[in-house]
């Protein structure tokens, strides 16, 4: 049985295909279209599933969409009347977008399905809907690894929760609590992520990285004016300083009175000032998560938590639930925003509403994350030579030595091979690479790559079973979710002579791994398993024969406001307006130094 899981017309959509309850691909509509949180359709996602199931859609036995539409227009009716007059120009403007698109989105879902396939049509019960929580829920849930767990979701909003608890057991999901609009800690969040200058459902993250620059010097000011936090986690939001049910911004002016300033313009100067406001927002976030798993540890007691939502994906928050909270086991969802919608809802069908049974296989089923597309050796060979590219094809062993000895050389490698992840981070398929001992990379993939804020950390992909000797932490993370300290030993005196000086500290060497450890001496760790991702293993490893290393610098193949690259072609292009030295790509190596000479190497039978 065929099920396709659909997120649209918010932010990040995607797509998803189960056979059967086997994640068969999942991807963003982004990656296709190049547009960065694409929120339209996911037409060119669905296509793709379809294709790597050698389906079509007609096959499909249920598409299931991640939210109700009509419970969520209610929700904006009701906050319109309820803070009537003051929300007109913001109901003006979105209320006729509503009807025109979103109310009668059952419509819409079923016409553009039909633009896919034709042979599809809609039946009264081929064509579902879950919640919007529901699906954050049975994304986490249901691919996990454990057969009992609560489960946390948080985010902005959905129709009306913003965070919700679930026991997840066997095959199915029972609601514990909710917390509704406009009370919303990823809401709380994104305001200052506004006020810091940032884009909104976009670069929260950049918050995340700023905030140990400075100092919580806030976090009093905000707990007394902002958010009335209770020791269970859950908390209430002083609206009179938030604007984003009444009007078209986050935050208004009795929100910059509060503070003194007003919101930084993108782009401008980052100073001290920027810098407390992200520390303190981001320790009132880890406050309120911390009471919340505290009280549903002593309230539900369980060894095992799942989350999933956008807040999930602050990895900081999540590294202190792991060291902090009296759960055995966490797993967190590798796509747990929005994206990851679609993926829970076709689960939740699959399970819940279909009432299939669960096998137990002491291991997640997300395939870590390897679920969108792959291309051959020689469709890129073939890319290459058509125009008229220099490249080398060496065989397995050959390509990761040339790469490990480049990567000791200092240079930037860019790094493509097999499928595509699913969720927002490169886990060793569509990554750029350096070398972790330099102390210039973090600056030069930033500045001359990446094309981003000097403050960003980059993340260590380090061999699972050296993970302990180099960092403060007891269990795999394969997924990038989590935040850990580098081990004392490894530390270097030079941070403390600087410390808290500002972004200069970018310059000092903090550690032995300079380039991925964070001004606090912590790191966005990815553990790599032999079994599970052995190609990036065995790359690693060769660094590590070589170098005495096993770790490496694993960031995003993409630069600044563009998505993840998806195709070969996209690589090409992204390895052609950045710096990048070397382009990786299926055991073919193409080196800006030797890159046009109008000499192709052609693939032979014994390569391919």
Same mark, same amino acid.
């Given at each position: 049985?065929?099920?396709? +899981?659909?997120?649209?017309?918010?932010?990040?959509?995607a797509?998803?295909?189960?056979?059967?309850?086997?994640?068969?691909a999942?991807?963003?509509?982004?990656?296709? &279209?190049?547009?960065?949180?694409?929120?339209?359709?996911?037409?060119?996602?669905?296509?793709?599933?379809?294709?790597?199931?050698?389906?079509?859609?007609g096959?499909?036995?249920?598409?299931?969409?991640?939210?109700k539409?009509?419970?969520?227009?209610?929700?904006?009716?009701?906050?319109?009347?309820?803070?009537?007059?003051?929300?007109?120009?913001?109901?003006?403007?979105?209320? @006729?977008?509503w009807?025109?698109?979103?109310?009668?989105?059952? $419509?819409?879902?079923?016409?553009?399905?039909?633009?896919?396939?034709?042979?599809?049509?809609?039946?009264?019960?081929?064509?579902?809907?879950?919640?919007h929580?529901?699906?954050?829920?049975?994304?986490?849930?249901?691919?996990?690894?454990?057969?009992?767990?609560?489960?946390?979701?948080?985010?902005?909003?959905?129709?009306?929760?913003?965070?919700?608890?679930?026991?997840?057991?066997?095959?199915k999901?029972?609601?514990?609590?909710?917390?509704?609009?406009?009370?919303?800690?990823?809401?709380?969040?994104?305001?200052?992520?506004?006020?810091?200058?940032?884009?909104?459902?976009?670069?929260?993250?950049?918050?995340?990285?700023?905030?140990?620059?400075?100092?919580?010097?806030?976090?009093?000011?905000?707990?007394?004016?902002?958010?009335?936090?209770?020791?269970? +986690?859950?908390?209430?939001?002083?609206?009179?300083?938030?604007?984003?049910?009444?009007?078209?911004?986050? &935050?208004?002016?009795?929100?910059? #009175?509060?503070?003194?300033?007003?919101?930084r313009?993108?782009?401008?100067?980052?100073?001290?000032?920027?810098? !407390?406001?992200?520390?303190?927002?981001?320790?009132?976030?880890?406050?309120?998560?911390?009471n919340?798993?505290?009280?549903?540890?002593q309230?539900?007691?369980?060894?095992?938590l799942?989350?999933?939502?956008g807040?999930?994906?602050?990895?900081?928050?999540?590294? $202190?639930?792991?060291? #902090?909270?009296?759960?055995?086991?966490?797993?967190?969802?590798?796509?747990?925003?929005?994206?990851?919608?679609?993926l829970?809802? /076709?689960?939740?069908?699959?399970?819940?509403?279909?009432?299939?049974q669960?096998?137990?296989?002491?291991?997640?089923?997300? $395939?870590?994350?390897?679920?969108?597309?792959?291309?051959t050796?020689?469709?890129?060979?073939?890319?290459?030579?058509?125009?008229?590219?220099?490249?080398?094809?060496?065989?397995?062993?050959?390509f990761?030595?040339?790469?490990?000895?480049?990567?000791?050389? +200092?240079?930037?490698?860019?790094?493509?091979?097999?499928?595509?992840?699913?969720? @927002?981070?490169?886990? +060793?398929a569509?990554?750029?690479?350096? !070398?972790?001992?330099?102390?210039?990379?973090?600056?030069?993939?930033?500045?001359?790559?990446?094309?981003?804020?000097?403050?960003r950390?980059?993340?260590?992909a380090?061999?699972?079973?050296?993970?302990?000797?180099?960092?403060?932490? &007891?269990?795999?993370?394969?997924?990038?979710?989590?935040?850990?300290?580098?081990k004392?030993?490894?530390?270097?005196?030079?941070?403390?002579?600087?410390?808290?000086?500002?972004?200069?500290?970018?310059?000092?060497?903090?550690?032995?791994?300079?380039?991925?450890?964070?001004? !606090?001496?912590?790191?966005?760790?990815?553990?790599?398993?032999?079994?599970?991702?052995?190609?990036?293993?065995n790359?690693?490893?060769?660094?590590?024969?070589? &170098?005495?290393?096993?770790?490496?610098?694993?960031?995003?193949?993409?630069? $600044?406001?563009?998505?993840?690259?998806?195709?070969?072609?996209?690589?090409?292009?992204?390895?052609?307006?950045?710096?990048?030295?070397?382009? /990786?790509?299926?055991?073919?190596?193409?080196?800006?130094?030797?890159?046009?000479?109008g000499?192709?190497?052609?693939?032979?039978?014994?390569?391919?």
């Amino acid at each position: 049985m065929y099920i396709l +899981g659909i997120s649209a017309y918010y932010h990040d959509s995607a797509a998803c295909l189960l056979c059967d309850g086997e994640i068969i691909a999942a991807v963003q509509e982004e990656r296709f &279209t190049r547009i960065k949180n694409d929120a339209r359709f996911p037409a060119f996602s669905i296509e793709y599933c379809l294709e790597e199931a050698g389906i079509s859609l007609g096959q499909v036995d249920y598409v299931v969409f991640y939210e109700k539409p009509f419970v969520k227009f209610e929700r904006l009716i009701e906050t319109y009347l309820a803070t009537a007059p003051a929300g007109l120009p913001s109901f003006l403007k979105a209320v @006729p977008l509503w009807i025109k698109d979103k109310v009668f989105m059952k $419509k819409h879902i079923i016409k553009a399905l039909g633009h896919i396939d034709e042979r599809w049509t809609y039946q009264d019960d081929n064509l579902l809907f879950t919640e919007h929580h529901q699906a954050h829920a049975a994304s986490a849930f249901f691919p996990s690894p454990f057969e009992n767990s609560l489960v946390l979701t948080a985010d902005g909003v959905g129709e009306w929760t913003t965070t919700s608890v679930w026991l997840g057991s066997g095959n199915k999901l029972r609601l514990l609590r909710e917390m509704r609009f406009p009370h919303s800690l990823g809401l709380f969040y994104s305001a200052f992520t506004y006020y810091l200058g940032f884009k909104v459902n976009s670069d929260e993250y950049k918050v995340m990285g700023l905030a140990p620059y400075g100092e919580p010097g806030f976090v009093p000011l905000i707990l007394e004016k902002l958010i009335d936090l209770k020791p269970d +986690g859950s908390f209430r939001l002083n609206m009179r300083y938030f604007n984003y049910c009444a009007g078209l911004t986050m &935050t208004h002016k009795r929100f910059y #009175r509060l503070f003194g300033r007003g919101p930084r313009k993108a782009g401008e100067k980052l100073d001290k000032f920027h810098m !407390d406001i992200a520390c303190s927002v981001q320790k009132v976030t880890e406050m309120v998560m911390l009471n919340m798993v505290t009280d549903l540890e002593q309230s539900y007691p369980n060894e095992n938590l799942c989350m999933a939502g956008g807040v999930a994906l602050n990895c900081v928050i999540n590294g $202190k639930i792991q060291e #902090r909270s009296g759960f055995k086991n966490l797993w967190i969802q590798p796509a747990a925003g929005d994206a990851g919608g679609a993926l829970g809802a /076709a689960y939740f069908a699959h399970y819940q509403y279909l009432n299939n049974q669960r096998k137990e296989t002491g291991h997640d089923l997300m $395939k870590n994350a390897l679920l969108g597309p792959s291309f051959t050796k020689e469709y890129i060979a073939e890319m290459l030579a058509n125009r008229g590219l220099h490249y080398q094809v060496q065989n397995e062993a050959e390509f990761n030595k040339t790469i490990a000895r480049y990567l000791d050389e +200092g240079k930037v490698v860019g790094y493509f091979r097999g499928r595509m992840e699913f969720g @927002p981070r490169a886990l +060793g398929a569509r990554s750029i690479l350096g !070398d972790p001992r330099r102390a210039d990379m973090q600056s030069v993939m930033n500045q001359k790559i990446k094309f981003r804020e000097s403050f960003r950390p980059f993340a260590p992909a380090v061999l699972e079973e050296y993970a302990h000797l180099y960092f403060n932490t &007891t269990s795999p993370s394969p997924y990038m979710l989590l935040v850990s300290s580098i081990k004392e030993k490894h530390r270097l005196p030079a941070a403390d002579a600087a410390n808290k000086k500002g972004l200069e500290l970018l310059k000092v060497t903090r550690s032995v791994l300079p380039a991925v450890t964070h001004v !606090d001496f912590s790191a966005r760790i990815q553990t790599v398993n032999k079994h599970r991702h052995t190609e990036f293993y065995n790359l690693i490893a060769a660094f590590f024969d070589l &170098t005495g290393c096993p770790i490496l610098i694993n960031t995003s193949f993409n630069v $600044k406001d563009e998505p993840i690259v998806c195709t070969p072609e996209d690589a090409l292009q992204c390895f052609l307006k950045s710096e990048m030295d070397i382009l /990786a790509i299926e055991q073919i190596i193409v080196t800006k130094k030797d890159m046009i000479k109008g000499v192709q190497h052609e693939l032979t039978s014994e390569e391919i």
